[in-house]
């Protein structure tokens, strides 16, 4: 890992944008604002930040959130200097930002998917991290720089997340060892939890449990999914931050092997959400221009509904599950 280099050309950096994926979660959000915090604690330099979409409002109480501009606000001419890209598995998931992530003057590809090509000038990716945050805690700590407060809340809210509490295979010794750090330096967990598990809207868990009530169950219920139209969206009012944690409830019923959830999109296109307990789904959501983790994995696949949702299912039958 070529650590000088990151902090030489921080240092370096007159302006400096970071970049988070489209659809943000917990992960890329906590990346974001913990490098924002931790490049003004150490440099006292303050950095840009641009999100493809909206953010879910369960992290709207997350240090310098406030600071997130749309990528549309950002104007799409100017070179930066340096941009980073944090927990971005590819560079098309930065959606417009590649255009200012082509421009700049140097990038880096800060990243803990398996399926990350190293597209940056300079590539921190660590497979076998649980989270992006915990990536970066590593670097701030090869390093030396100093993590405040406000830092540490986002990289716990990052590692937390990721880990779906500290419940998913990604979670190992190192996981536990960086979140005690961060409580060391004064994380309260409980209160980092009751604001991004137990702070839901009712349109979401309406929504939710609509989503659920349509699942279908195939091959002795190991296979379970359920399909969101535009129409669904439209009826609850249901905005993307409605789909966070959909599929995960479709794992957890005990005969699921796997489960997905395909949302029709505006443009024609199918998006899935793929989750296992023991395939890789990783491996399927490739074939299809997609990728992810193991047991966590999503695709976009241009096609209606319908032929999508046959498509996928061809392929997930057609293995040992």
């Avoid at 379970?224 to 139209?229: E, G, I, P």
């Avoid at 794992?251 to 092997?257: E, G, K, L, P, Y």
């Avoid at 793929?274 to 193991?294: N, P, W, Y």
């Amino acid at each position: 890992m070529e650590y000088s280099k990151f902090n030489d050309i921080i240092k370096s950096s007159k302006n400096i944008l970071i970049l988070s994926h489209v659809n943000p979660d917990g992960d890329t959000l906590g990346s974001m604002c913990g490098l924002y915090c931790a490049i003004l604690e150490n440099f006292k330099k303050k950095c840009d930040m641009a999100a493809m979409s909206k953010i879910p409002d369960i992290y709207m109480h997350m240090p310098n959130i406030d600071k997130v501009k749309h990528i549309d606000e950002i104007d799409k001419s100017r070179e930066y200097d340096l941009v980073i890209n944090v927990d971005i598995a590819a560079i098309d998931r930065a959606c417009d930002g590649k255009i200012l992530f082509d421009k700049a003057k140097s990038t880096i590809n800060i990243d803990h998917h398996k399926t990350n090509n190293a597209y940056g000038n300079l590539n921190f990716i660590n497979p076998d991290a649980s989270s992006t945050g915990e990536v970066l805690f590593g670097i701030f700590n090869e390093l030396n720089w100093k993590v405040n407060l406000d830092c540490a809340n986002c990289l716990y809210i990052a590692i937390l997340t990721d880990t779906g509490s500290f419940r998913f295979d990604n979670t190992k010794p190192k996981t536990f060892e960086s979140a005690a750090k961060l409580v060391e330096i004064g994380v309260n967990p409980s209160d980092i939890y009751k604001k991004v598990y137990e702070s839901d809207s009712k349109t979401l868990v309406m929504f939710q449990a609509y989503c659920i009530s349509k699942a279908k169950f195939l091959n002795n219920d190991k296979i379970a999914y359920t399909v969101v139209y535009k129409k669904d969206m439209e009826k609850f009012s249901a905005g993307d931050e409605c789909m966070e944690g959909l599929t995960e409830k479709l794992r957890a019923i005990v005969s699921t092997r796997i489960a997905f959830v395909a949302k029709e999109m505006k443009s024609g296109g199918t998006k899935f959400s793929m989750r296992s307990k023991f395939t890789d789904v990783a491996q399927i959501c490739e074939l299809f221009g997609g990728g992810g983790h193991k047991f966590a994995a999503g695709c976009t696949i241009k096609a209606p509904v319908e032929d999508a949702v046959k498509m996928v299912l061809k392929e997930i039958e057609s293995r040992e599950i």
